[in-house]
């Protein structure tokens, strides 16, 4: 399975931005789907996981209440609104496929995403 993460841009401190994860290969639905992310020097970074049907979340407590993981099964896609963004949340993000239970270990997930990078400016 291929995945291709989009919608990375720079904004301002209390903006928005959508993140899409392009899903080809297999469908979607077999698949827990997460959002990671890499800021310079630190380690890779769950962010957010949704189970293969929607129905289960998961957030990092960083960004609870303000990011919200979705899926698209019927269009192959996986998405991530983040909103009240914050110059912490800089870094570059991933999403992810596993083919197992929901799960924030990055170790679980099988297939990478290129990258995207969010920059939120102060």
């Known amino acids: 399975v291929q995945l291709q993460a989009s919608g990375g841009g720079l904004v301002q401190a209390g903006g928005s931005l959508r993140l899409s994860c392009a899903v080809s290969?297999?469908?979607?639905?077999?698949?827990?789907m997460g959002w990671f992310r890499q800021a310079p020097g630190k380690e890779r970074a769950f962010v957010a996981g949704?189970?293969?049907?929607?129905?289960?979340?998961d957030y990092a407590d960083s960004v609870k209440g303000r990011f919200t993981i979705s899926r698209d099964n019927a269009k192959n896609m996986a998405y991530l609104q983040m909103n009240s963004l914050k110059p912490e949340d800089t870094a570059v993000y991933f999403c992810?496929?596993?083919?197992?239970?929901?799960?924030?270990?990055?170790?679980?997930?099988?297939?990478w995403g290129q990258g995207t990078q969010v920059t939120v400016s102060s």
């Open positions: 992810a496929a596993a083919a197992t239970m929901l799960t924030e270990k990055a170790a679980r997930y099988d297939s």
């Open positions: 290969g297999r469908s979607i639905g077999n698949y827990v």
């Open positions: 949704i189970s293969w049907t929607g129905s289960t979340t």
